[in-house]
């Protein structure tokens, strides 16, 4: 299975295989019809209280990151839910809505499930 993550706002693509919605609020602007998602996973998403420490500072990257992994450890079967989900799937992409491809929550996300599926 190959994981990819893209931008809400960018285009759906033909090869996106199934689209999945990975922050807690719905997008700006996005229409429902529009996203062509498969499924929203709002409960992977960062506590409210870590994003907005984290605010997207490119300087606490390395902090978030881990922060982040250790609430992911905590949400087992929710992560086994998205997993199960993206089964049968030869391409799944993330989606999220942050700005900043580089410092995005959808990127360790990514490298966790991944870590997951491999060892599983």
Do not use: C
């Not at 209280?49 to 079967?77: I, M, N, V």
């Not at 199960?84 to 999220?96: A, D, I, R």
């Amino acid at each position: 299975m190959n994981i990819k993550l893209k931008r809400i706002y960018d285009d759906p693509a033909d090869d996106d295989g199934a689209r999945f919605l990975i922050d807690r609020l719905w997008p700006r602007g996005v229409s429902k019809e529009d996203a062509q998602l498969d499924g929203w996973f709002k409960e992977v998403t960062p506590t409210s209280d870590l994003r907005k420490w984290f605010g997207h500072d490119p300087d606490k990257w390395d902090e978030f990151k881990a922060a982040y992994r250790e609430e992911l450890s905590k949400k087992g079967e929710t992560l086994d839910e998205l997993i199960e989900n993206m089964n049968g799937n030869k391409n799944v992409t993330l989606l999220y809505g942050a700005k900043d491809r580089d410092h995005t929550h959808a990127i360790v996300l990514k490298n966790v499930l991944e870590e997951r599926i491999k060892n599983s």
